[in-house]
């Protein structure tokens, strides 16, 4: 078996499953910056109302960078007179509306058995540590895995969060296969990062010291989260910002809506249950 080197936004480390478990590997540290936000609603023809400020959500850039506000100004209109509802003829029935497809959540417990196909592994895995915290399923987001697609197809390692309209919260990875993503979800993400967070549990405001080393993981199980939508891409021209032994494959991962929001992670990464730890395989037969 061939070992390779995985790395992630937060945090670049060993991936030793389902590799080569015994041979040690370089630990990197790459760095994310904080991004907040400030939301100003304005109504024509009034002066500007006073500036609420909305918690800061941290992720995305380089904490080097300073601190980076964005102010959103909206314009709002009279609302719409409602018309009234028309009353159907006597004796007409409706024609019977089609139940619209839906979005299997793939369960939430450790013993269910996993899905083979790309989507379903991502959800899958999601989900068995989201049932370990106490919080809802996610289902899969089209929509976000056709973002997610675009921005691996660039073949450059970084964060994209304005791609399709951006709002939503972002997880990225590189050197591991779409076969195996379930090792970066599960074994990196998860696994890799959920003991860096032990101590913070409770807190509105953790220490951000080791963020990198958890910011992941906190994304994954973040309470208001719901959906999710992934894609894996091979690059075979390389992939940029990322070193030597890091196969040229970039991991996207987006989520609606996005986690990591300053004052309030004690109401959305919630202690864990206890269940038996999963790996990349778990649910496989």
Excluded at 78 to 93: H, I, L, N, R, W
Excluded at 204 to 214: A, K, R, S, V, Y
Aim: proline share 7%; with cysteine; hydrophobic share 30%.
């Amino acid at each position: 078996m061939r070992s390779t080197l995985a790395i992630a936004a937060f945090a670049v480390g060993a991936l030793a499953v389902p590799y080569n478990q015994e041979r040690k590997r370089d630990v990197v540290t790459a760095w994310d910056y904080v991004t907040a936000y400030d939301v100003v609603t304005v109504t024509a023809g009034q002066e500007p109302a006073a500036t609420q400020e909305k918690p800061k959500h941290y992720g995305h850039h380089n904490f080097n960078t300073p601190v980076a506000y964005t102010t959103v100004v909206t314009t709002s209109s009279p609302a719409p007179v409602k018309k009234p509802k028309e009353q159907a003829p006597p004796g007409y029935s409706p024609p019977a509306k089609e139940p619209k497809p839906s979005v299997p959540s793939y369960g939430g417990g450790s013993t269910d058995a996993a899905p083979t196909d790309y989507a379903g592994k991502c959800v899958y895995h999601h989900n068995i540590h989201r049932a370990n915290h106490s919080v809802g399923l996610l289902e899969w987001d089209l929509g976000l895995a056709s973002i997610a697609q675009t921005i691996a197809e660039s073949c450059v390692y970084a964060h994209n969060t304005e791609e399709g309209g951006g709002g939503y919260g972002q997880n990225i990875a590189a050197g591991v296969d779409a076969a195996n993503v379930s090792a970066i979800i599960t074994d990196l993400f998860y696994n890799g990062e959920e003991p860096y967070f032990s101590g913070e549990y409770g807190r509105d405001d953790p220490d951000m010291t080791n963020f990198e080393l958890w910011g992941h993981f906190s994304q994954i199980v973040w309470k208001g989260t719901t959906h999710v939508g992934c894609a894996t891409v091979e690059c075979p021209n390389g992939l940029a910002n990322t070193g030597d032994g890091v196969e040229p494959v970039f991991t996207v991962c987006n989520y609606k809506n996005p986690g990591n929001y300053a004052g309030e992670y004690s109401a959305n990464v919630l202690k864990p249950l206890g269940h038996a730890t999963a790996h990349w395989n778990t649910g496989s037969s």
